[in-house]
């Protein structure tokens, strides 16, 4: 009687034998920008950019093991570190507005909620409401 890696050997040669196909190229190519984050902040960047969930919330303690560093003692205090007027020309919040969000800090509960702004790409295709 003959056993089963007898008669499987051909199949086993052809199978590492055969050719790795390269990944096909998409027919609508979707180019996407990075936005400029600095190095210090990427990480949180990352984190908020690849989560799926419209509303992510982080402890103070948490943003700060994503970044390695603690934050600054106004970002424990101030709102206006998180949203205030002038918040797009500091450093620190490209991470989130890079990753399309809106900060909300809760200094009571030491967390701070991220979240999605709408895609504007996707809210102008849409038909109007009447």
Same mark, same amino acid.
């Given at each position: ?66 970044? *390695? ?18 918040? /797009?020309?500091?450093?620190?919040? #490209?991470?989130?507005?890079?990753? *399309? ?25 849409? /038909? #109007?409401?009447?």
């Amino acid at each position: 009687m003959t056993d089963w890696t007898t008669l499987l050997e051909p199949v086993r040669t052809w199978w590492r034998r055969a050719p790795v196909s390269e990944r096909p190229t998409a027919v609508f190519p979707i180019e996407r920008s990075t936005p400029r984050v600095p190095a210090e902040y990427a990480s949180l960047y990352t984190y908020l950019e690849r989560r799926y969930a419209s509303i992510v919330v982080l402890t103070f303690e948490q943003m700060e093991a994503l970044l *390695g560093f603690a934050l600054p003692a106004p970002a424990r205090t101030e709102r206006d570190w998180w949203t205030g007027a002038d918040v /797009p020309t500091h450093r620190h919040s #490209a991470a989130w507005m890079g990753a *399309g969000r809106t900060a909300i800090p809760n200094f009571s509960a030491r967390t701070v909620t991220f979240e999605r702004l709408p895609d504007l790409h996707y809210a102008a295709n849409q /038909p #109007a409401e009447r």
